[in-house]
């Protein structure tokens, strides 16, 4: 059986390092197979991922190369970002196992590339460092948006961020990553688009709620239209309510309350 492939990570906050975990714990099922290295242990490492975010990213990826430069480096782009052709491998957008898988197991890994990763932390800059010091908030609600529109996932994650409970929210761009996400971590509601390319909200809908666990958690339909057929077709595919593009803040925020206020008396009867 062969060992683990041991990835390092940089520029990541705790959050995401805990999802990277789950996505790697995947692997263990076909081979190759990954784990994350442990930098506090100064684990050797075989490929590093590195979270292009500003400058001082950009100055950590290249100090890395500069020392390691048979070790590959995966650079993980925020949003659409495009990779910089320097980028001997990227992994574009939202971080699902497939994209994770499609571009590490096409990475060819030279003998002798893992170095002591405390020679790697050398490079790490003051502003990762304190990314890496944030605590994750404990009590906040969990929260997915599914839409392709990135003005329509902005907007949402404004009214959100002026919620009166604290929120933790992700975003999938297609129903197929949203199916995905929801198998690596428990959301307490969802943000639905009805049109989306792929598998369209209806179909996302029907079979989120196959899931185990998933039975009840509030799902809100996003649709630009309100016909008759399409609260049917909502109804009979499981989803809680619908909300209307383009949404009023009062009509959004008085929805929010009764959905967490469900929530909340859902958890407390567990």
Known sequence: MTRPVPVGIMGFSPQEKRYLQKIFALSNQDAPSYKLADMDQTEPV????????????????HAYQAKYPKNPLVVVTVGKE????????YIRGVLIPSRVFAVLNNIQIPSETTKPIEQAIEIQSPVVAE????????NAL???????????????QIELNQATI?????????????????????????????MMPGIDGFETCSQMRTFEGMAKTPIIMLTSKTSAMDEVK???????????????????????????????EFNDRK
């Not at 997915?144 to 329509?152: E, P």
């Not at 009979?236 to 469900?262: N, Q």
């Open 46 to 61: 075989a490929i590093l991922l590195v979270k292009k975010m500003e400058a001082s990213a950009l100055q950590q990826q």
């Open 82 to 89: 495009p990779a910089t052709p320097e980028d001997t491998y």
């Open 131 to 138: 990314i890496e010091k944030i605590p994750a908030v404990s």
């Open 142 to 156: 969990q929260v997915l948006v599914v839409d392709d529109s990135q003005l329509m996932q902005k907007t949402i």
């Open 166 to 194: 604290p929120l933790t929210i992700d975003f999938a761009d297609t129903g197929e990553q949203a199916l995905e996400q929801v198998t690596l971590k428990k959301y307490d509601f969802i943000f639905l688009d009805v």
């Open 234 to 264: 909502g109804l009979m595919a499981g989803c809680t309510t619908y909300l209307t593009k383009p949404f009023e803040h009062d009509e959004f925020h008085s929805m929010l309350e009764r959905i967490v206020s469900w929530v909340k």
